[in-house]
């Protein structure tokens, strides 16, 4: 069974710092695109950054230059390192890779979606 769980969210004032991981874990064969996602009240889910298995990323514009994406391949492990936070980035961020896995025998692959962890950014 493969599993995504995420970590390190919380309360911070506006132009503080957070740092989000999520580790995977289970019978992985590789992972592809890792990314992070979030979802504020009554909005949609968007895509804040994403990063290949290459190191390539990309981010929304709404968060570039604020936030770096990075990514531990010995460990399964995509971090997302946010600065000057701003109280509109307030929203649950959750974790997304693509994985292929494996288990007696059979093996595939398949898009998965961390819990999510809550940000919250006081002005």
């Known amino acids: 069974q493969v599993q995504l769980v995420e970590s390190g969210g919380g309360l911070v004032q506006a132009g503080g710092s957070l740092r989000l991981s999520c580790a995977a874990s289970?019978?992985?064969?590789?992972?592809?695109?890792m990314a992070w996602y979030r979802q504020a009240p009554g909005k949609q889910r968007e895509l804040v950054a994403g990063?290949?298995?290459?190191?390539?990323?990309n981010y929304a514009d709404s968060v570039k230059g604020r936030f770096t994406i990075s990514r531990d391949n010995a460990k399964n492990t995509v971090y997302l390192q946010m600065n000057s936070l701003k109280p509109e980035d307030t929203a649950v961020y959750y974790c997304?890779?693509?994985?292929?896995?494996?288990?007696?025998?059979?093996?595939?692959?398949?898009?998965?979606w961390g819990q999510g962890t809550q940000v919250t950014v006081s002005s």
């Open positions: 997304n890779a693509d994985i292929a896995a494996t288990t007696r025998g059979f093996q595939w692959s398949k898009n998965y």
């Open positions: 289970g019978s992985i064969l590789s992972i592809q695109t």
């Open positions: 990063i290949t298995s290459g190191g390539s990323t």
